[in-house]
């Protein structure tokens, strides 16, 4: 079943963002729904001081990674050999540029890393020890496993590795969509799935996989199973809905639905339009989420 949701009240700034598509347990809902009504809030804080779309996305999604309870940046999941391996991109839909790093080794925010390469603008892509250098080229730390790898994330590995008990699905990705007056971005970030092969990426750091924007159209970032998002391209084809007249909420559970049909694969989708208008759909049990529009007092979250 494909739950969603979405208001048609448009906005002139709005940012949007989730803590990823899963299974949250009860005790822990609200913590992760905190967690997201709080970068919801320091992003809009930003935009309502006059911040660019950029900056909001890259400050959402960097609170998002900081924060240990989800699968980015710290407390991201182990990869076979126990240690981090990340994937992140951010697109802005003005000139349709974007940049990205994955299979990236340990480094705090690595959508700060690929705010990096869309500056820089010569690359879109870098990946593994390349990422690194280039991150170390533009000034970026790169931080310890010690710094990075939580409690939790060492059991769930060895629940998963050595004990068989869970699948490698992790859930938690992070993600934002910012709109400022018809120009949208997306940011992604991810630690992907426990116990993945090294080498492995998944869809956030792949425009139009995981993370699409298009001022055109609007803006996308999905969370889920990233084989099954990278082969049917969501990211993209919810930006193309879009574009035929859909609403976000439309355009994000078709989406889904169509996704399930073809490849079957669980997740969820944020997306908000180039008007302001947000939408979200997710065939999860839960996929925490948080929003902050002009006009709003406080953000508004759910699960
Ligand atoms: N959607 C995140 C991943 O599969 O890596």
């Known amino acids: 079943m494909i739950h969603s949701y979405g208001t048609f ?15 949250v347990h009860q005790d822990a809902l609200a913590r992760h729904m905190d967690g997201c009504m709080q970068a919801a809030r320091i992003a809009g804080e930003l935009l309502a001081a006059g911040g660019s779309a950029e900056d909001a996305a890259v400050r959402a999604v960097t609170t998002l990674e900081d924060d240990p309870v989800f699968n980015a940046g710290t407390g991201a999941c182990l990869d076979e050999d126990g240690t981090l391996s990340l994937d992140a991109a951010i697109m802005e839909g003005g000139a349709l540029r974007g940049g990205g790093v994955c299979a990236l080794p340990p480094f705090k925010n690595p959508v700060a890393i690929a705010r990096a390469a869309m500056d820089d603008g010569e690359h879109v892509l870098y990946a593994a020890e390349g990422a690194a250098r280039f991150a170390m080229a533009r000034g970026f730390t790169p931080a310890s496993e010690e710094d990075m790898i939580t409690a939790v994330a060492r059991e769930r590995f060895a629940a998963v590795r050595d004990r068989g008990e869970l699948s490698g699905w ?62 049917m391209c969501i990211a993209k084809s919810v930006i193309d809905q879009l574009t035929a007249g859909a609403t976000p909420e439309s355009a994000a559970r078709d989406a889904l639905a169509t996704m399930v049909a073809r490849v079957g694969g669980d997740g969820g989708l944020i997306v908000v339009d180039r008007t302001g208008r947000m939408g979200l759909a997710r065939n999860t049990s839960t996929m925490t989420w948080g929003a902050m529009a002009e006009g709003w007092s406080e953000p508004r979250g759910g699960s």
Do not use: Q
Not at 176 to 204: P, W
């Open 9 to 23: 009240a448009p906005a002139d700034f709005m940012v949007l963002v989730h803590g990823g598509a899963g299974a």
């Open 170 to 231: 992790a859930g938690g990705t992070v993600g934002a969509v910012v709109v400022v007056r018809g120009h949208v971005v997306a940011a992604t970030s991810t630690g992907g799935k426990i116990n993945k092969r090294k080498g492995r990426v998944g869809d956030s750091p792949i425009l139009g996989a995981g993370t699409y924007a298009d001022d055109a159209a609007g803006a996308c970032s999905a969370t889920g199973d990233g084989e099954r998002f990278m082969r």
